[in-house]
């Protein structure tokens, strides 16, 4: 079933956790490019979607945040742009079945559009790329995701709407302000998100990255404050980072991050997942929470 029928049936959604923080436990050192994994370490990246679907997720996120031409040239990668994300989405769409959801995941470019470091064209060159090669891998959906510049983000959604028929979610990274309203670094609010990527077509917005639960709490209330039904979904950290012996620590436990989890669905949020620092621990108990 389509998740946009899933979600008109009044289901609450799951989707999975962080991904760089399992390959990290895996051994990906840094400065290695994570996508390449899909390639040289397919057995590692389909356990680590396996664990999701078991703890509960219906959605599972490919390793393919990165795998633009534009991120993967950085590593000498840009002529395997294909391989790898074809490779990506087959590895998942195995773990999941032919029933299961899996979410080809697209990240920002890195370049800026206002700063003249690449064109509208060559954007939507690379993201149309990348969703082809996702849907063909078995993707049904393509998650345009950790995006602040919503120029960027619209083009992402618009060249999914164009080379796929996958359901196509954005999600933009939101910081609070002093006055207790949110923004990204670009200075989009929730608000305006919501108006400029329904118009972009997306078919689901949403909020992930850069923010502990409790502040989604505010992001998906500012989005419904703008758009009561377009179906929303929230991806929050496990907290905001210590650095700690060099490596990032999260201090949201799973009990902390699915004691929010009630707010979320009372706020309006259809999906629910985590981003940087959750585990399959972390959606075992987010599960429990929602009900599942």
């Not at 294909?82 to 890195?110: D, L």
């Not at 949201?252 to 959750?278: D, F, H, Q, R």
Request: net charge negative; aromatic share 4%; charged share 20%.
């Amino acid at each position: 079933m389509n998740i946009l029928d899933e979600i008109n049936l009044g289901k609450i959604l799951l989707s999975d956790g962080a991904l760089g923080t399992m390959l990290q436990s895996k051994g990906l050192q840094p400065g290695e490019c994570p996508e390449l994994w899909n390639i040289t370490h397919r057995d590692v990246l389909k356990e680590i979607g396996e664990s999701y679907l078991r703890a509960g997720s219906d959605i599972i996120t490919t390793n393919s945040f990165g795998g633009s031409r534009i991120k993967l040239s950085q590593y000498g990668l840009a002529d395997r742009t294909y391989e790898i994300n074809h490779a990506a989405a087959e590895i998942y769409r195995e773990a999941a079945g032919p029933e299961g959801h899996v979410a080809g995941s697209i990240g920002p470019t890195g370049k800026m559009l206002l700063m003249g470091d690449i064109t509208a064209g060559e954007m939507t060159e690379a993201f149309s790329e990348q969703a082809a090669a996702l849907e063909k891998g078995g993707a049904d959906i393509i998650i345009v995701e950790t995006m602040t510049d919503a120029d960027e983000a619209a083009l992402a959604v618009k060249a999914a709407r164009s080379v796929t028929n996958c359901t196509v979610i954005v999600t933009m990274t939101f910081s609070k302000d002093p006055d207790g309203g949110y923004h990204t670094m670009m200075g989009i609010s929730p608000e305006e998100m919501t108006f400029m990527m329904k118009e972009a077509g997306a078919h689901i917005i949403g909020s992930n990255c850069g923010n502990g639960i409790r502040e989604m709490i505010g992001i998906a209330r500012a989005v419904r404050s703008a758009d009561k039904n377009i179906p929303l979904i929230i991806q929050a950290n496990a907290g905001m980072p210590d650095l700690v012996d060099g490596k990032a620590v999260f201090h949201e436990t799973p009990a902390i991050m699915s004691s929010y989890i009630p707010e979320l669905i009372s706020a309006g949020v259809n999906i629910i997942g985590g981003c940087c620092g959750t585990t399959p621990a972390h959606i075992i108990e987010i599960a429990r929470s929602a009900g599942r």
